[in-house]
T-cell receptor, first 114, second 117 residues
């Protein structure tokens, strides 16, 4: 069975601090996809990244970076120099290859304090 | 219009009313989804339409009835709802390439905040 665990329910940091959101997944498949989404207070889920299980290179996009470690089944997300606009709920998600269903974690609510 | 749009954004309805939620995607995708997001609960997948055919119905009560007339439009018809059905209803779409072994990301609309009184 597939499962996504985001153990951090809520995190608060002061602006400009770095923060890492943890994501641990479970799957029996050798080929799968991992995702991160951001849900700001407006409600819409915003797609951030999709990663194939065969691509273990870390990804950096501006202040965002992702650390994919197959050995520990983790796909962690780091925001560098956080800003108040980063305040949102962040979801990690998993899908089997070719499956149209995505399994979401429960989300981590991130508060960036000015 | 770009992306995924949903109307209405907010809806208040009584338990005896009938209403419909509408979703439209302008991304050329061929799969569409309805999710329910309640407070303190994870995202719940309700329905999946791939290539305009319903392929998933996660034990959703019959008071929710989806309709997908074409690949760009998705409806959720509501009737005789219960107060516990109050939630944010999110629509999403994605690209689906059968047999490719690739799962593409889903793009979400802004949601309809539903309150059942």
């Amino acid at each position: 069975a597939q499962k996504v665990t985001q153990a951090q329910t809520e995190i608060s940091v002061v602006e400009k601090e770095d923060v890492t959101l943890d994501c641990v997944y479970e799957t029996r498949d050798t080929t799968y996809y991992l995702f991160w989404y951001k849900q700001p207070p407006s409600g819409e889920l915003v797609f951030l990244i999709r990663r194939n299980s065969f691509d273990e290179q870390n990804e950096i996009s501006g202040r965002y970076s992702w650390n994919f470690q197959k050995s520990t089944s983790s796909f962690n997300f780091t925001i560098t120099a956080s800003q108040v606009v980063d305040s949102a709920v962040y979801f990690c998600a998993l899908s089997e290859a070719g499956n149209d269903k995505i399994i979401f974690g429960k989300g981590t609510r991130l508060h960036i304090l000015p | 219009e770009t992306g995924v749009t949903q109307t209405p954004r907010h809806l208040v309805m009584g338990m005896t009313n009938k209403k419909s939620l509408k979703c439209e995607q302008h991304l050329g995708h061929n799969a569409m989804y309805w999710y329910k997001q309640s407070a303190k609960k994870p995202l719940e997948l309700m329905f999946v339409y791939s290539l305009e055919e319903r392929v998933e119905n996660n034990s959703v009560p019959s008071r929710f009835s989806p309709e997908c007339p074409n690949s760009s439009h998705l409806f959720l018809h509501l009737h005789t709802l219960q107060p516990e059905d109050s939630a944010l209803y999110l629509c999403a779409s994605s690209r689906l390439v059968s047999g490719s072994g690739v799962t593409y990301e889903q793009y979400f609309g802004p949601g309809t905040r539903l309150t059942v009184t």
